[in-house]
RNA sequence: GCUGGAGUAGCUCAGUCGGUAGAGCACGUCCUUGGUAAGGACGGGGUCACGGGUUCAAUUCCCGUCUCCAGCUCCA
């Protein structure tokens, strides 16, 4: 049986059993999810956490009482009557959105009814694994200006075992989250209260994990044909008019006078780069142009949007902008593909999701400029033998584009890199070259980032890692532990050689027990631990401890510099 | 922004049915000199998120604000 019409019940027994327990609550629609199911309901008292319980307990004497799914099809006016009747006025209003003359409904014991497509399990007593989760508010057909209904989300599998499973997933992933992490590891943290919400704060450790990533982006662009610009964090009102930012965003973007003139903190990085493409006459000899920037920006996010550092108001995109040739164009979406996924590969993900993502409503450019710009991106994944989903009317304002999602280790997708495809701010901007003819001709824009944003990446890396960062990412590389006083002169000597080899450790000389040391050492996630006892500081050994792996016994140290710089110099995971 | 929940030491949390607070970890000092995941003793540390109100008295009750959490909506 199919998993989401078990979870697509589940919901129904619990939207009945709230009922039984709430008879003046009315239903608003219940479906299964990826993960579950949920049931929206409008409720005058807001559920408690206590109430789930009970809610349970009622589901689980529905099950116990294995009540029968039966399923009715009614002419739409029967029933328009009937759950008029029943004063399930959200229902009405379903049925008066479906254009077919009969609807189906679903009966199960002797009250409940549901409008519904099913198809459903035969009866309530099919249900054997299942687990209510949380409560949320969530508007009435996901209209930010409809009603808010109250939202109670669950799960259910085919067995406890699954069940079981998942809920410790969960666990998992809640050890795993960078909120926690981050902090805990001293990468960064961020001071509401002080500074104001989603703002980042690296602290040494994550600032050098940044510096690694920032180092390993800027010597493969320029590997791969871009050049690095670098653009103001504030420019007048008047440049984000003329791109379109400024209609589309203005509220969240932060503006501010100087001498009566409107300036914003830049939200996007494109209008600088068009600036600099702008600055001479561009020939076709010199397309593409590819400008390269760890552009940081800043938008002012609803509050409530606010997470992690995955949603935060101040962030540093490692963003490009490809200004190409018509004929260029499919050639340097391919190249960037390539470019994305290389790159996901350095940082230790394998598996990826593809979105194409097509024209919105709100959009600026003549419909010609979008057909072409969303054939060049289709085509290029075809050429690439890509497979893909369509994102329908999820593009930018100015231009369609792909969206690559990564599956970290716990295969939950993450949105980082993104390529647009943009005819719209060339012709704003009235961007040109000289073409072989002579004649003023306008290069096409391609916008996109690898990571997306620095912070949202770091986030990412966290979790995918649980904090235990690869040799090369790893901001400590090595804890290096003396075992006595006697051997901080030796422990000396070894950082010593080790910065001389850019590893870097860090010497943990404190009067405690080598276990309490190493116990540290541990925790903080660092790949290795040298213990430094009489034997190796005699011997000019280091005795070695690996990550997860444990004692590695003792090795020379110009042997154990060796193997390191190897490992690093290949980015092995 | 919306719905609901929460904010007590650096962290995890206890507590006060109104009389200005406590544990473990962390931190400091001393003792201990330990061979691969927590040695011991003592000690310092709090405008109980912030602002107002009620009260003889507010961390506790009321109102407002800020921030966080779970979602919704949004994400150039």
Redesign the pocket.
Known sequence: MELSVLRHSCSHIMAMAVKELWPDVHLAIGPSIEDGF?YDFDKKE????DDLAKIEQKMLEIIRKDEPFVREELKRKDALELFGRLGETYKTALINEIPDESVSIYKTGSDFVDLCRGPHIESSGKIKAFKL???????W????TNP?L??I?GTCFESQKELDDYLSDLEQAKLR?H??LG??LELYD?Y??EA???LVFYHPKGAMVRKLIEDYEKEEHLKRGYKMVITPHIMQAGL?QKSG?YD??K???YTFKIEEKEFVLK??N?PGHILIYKSKIRSYRELPVRFFELGT?Y??????????LL?VRGFTQDDAHVFCLPAQLKSEIRAIIDFVFSTMKVFGFDSMDIELSTR?E?SIGSDDDWRQATGGLEESLKELGLKYDINEG?????GP?IDIKLKDALKRSW?CA?I?CDFALPKRFNLTYVDADGKEKQPIML?RVLLGSVERFIACLTEHYAGAFPLWLAPVQAVI???????IEYAAQVKQALDENFIRTEVDS???????K???A??SKAPY??????????AGTV???K??A?????VPLQEFIANLKLQIAHREH
């Open positions: 949920y807001p559920f408690s956490d989760l949380s409560l949320a508010g969530a508007y057909h996901g209209i930010e808010m109250q939202r989300y989250d909120r926690k902090p805990a961020l509401q209260d104001g919400p989603g984000w930012h589309f965003y509220e969240n973007m939200p996007m494109c920006v938008r002012h996010e609803k509050a409530g949007v606010l997470h992690g949603r919105p709100k999820d593009g930018a304002f100015y584009k949105q993104t647009q916008h532990i003396p075992l006595k006083e006697a051997q404190r009067n405690e027990t080598l276990d309490r190493i116990r540290e541990e925790m631990i040298l213990v430094l006892g009489g034997r190796e500081q005699k005795s070695v401890r990550r997860k444990g004692d590695q016994g003792s």
